[in-house]
């Protein structure tokens, strides 16, 4: 089972998605009845959805990179103790948390759908919770290729 916390910190979302919680939710029970993870596992994770202002602080603090984003995350486990966390099917564990911009997904929307473009976003935020990482060629592919496969899940 996967969960998660939704917080809006700018009320402009409401425009482009009117519930966050409805809508993310479910997305995530069709990814856990096709994902083997999160049918498994207790995992869960909060998402704030905010703006160019909350983000750019964000980054700056955690990250001393003093830019607007489109995307944080914030793994709460490094990847070996997670790997041990998930195969003791009995945890509950947290994952950590993502932030997510609206203005930069409004900016990449203009070719493609809100929506599209957002579910892209959350889910790439999510592969970091669960300790991937695109530092190299075969990184970048080996997650990517979990993206794809959440991406297929939920439509």
Do not use: C
């Not at 990814?31 to 498994?40: L, P, S, T, V, Y």
């Not at 599209?116 to 999510?126: Q, R, Y």
């Not at 919770?129 to 439509?155: A, C």
Request: glycine share 4%.
């Amino acid at each position: 089972m996967i969960k998660v916390d939704i917080l809006v910190n700018n009320k402009a979302w409401q425009k482009h998605i009117s519930n966050p919680n409805f809508y993310l939710k479910k997305r995530l029970k069709k990814a856990e009845d096709k994902i083997g993870i999160f049918r498994k596992n207790k995992l869960n994770f909060t998402l704030l959805l905010s703006g160019d202002n909350e983000i750019q602080k964000l980054n700056k603090k955690f990250r001393k990179k003093n830019k607007i984003t489109d995307i944080l995350s914030f793994p709460f486990h490094e990847k070996k103790i997670l790997n041990k966390l998930i195969n003791n099917k009995n945890n509950n564990v947290y994952l950590g948390d993502i932030i997510i911009n609206l203005n930069k997904i409004i900016e990449q929307s203009q070719k493609n759908n809100f929506t599209t473009i957002f579910d892209k976003i959350w889910v790439h935020g999510l592969t970091h919770l669960l300790g991937y990482r695109h530092k190299s060629n075969q990184d970048y592919f080996t997650m990517q290729k979990l993206e794809d496969k959440i991406i297929k899940s939920i439509q």
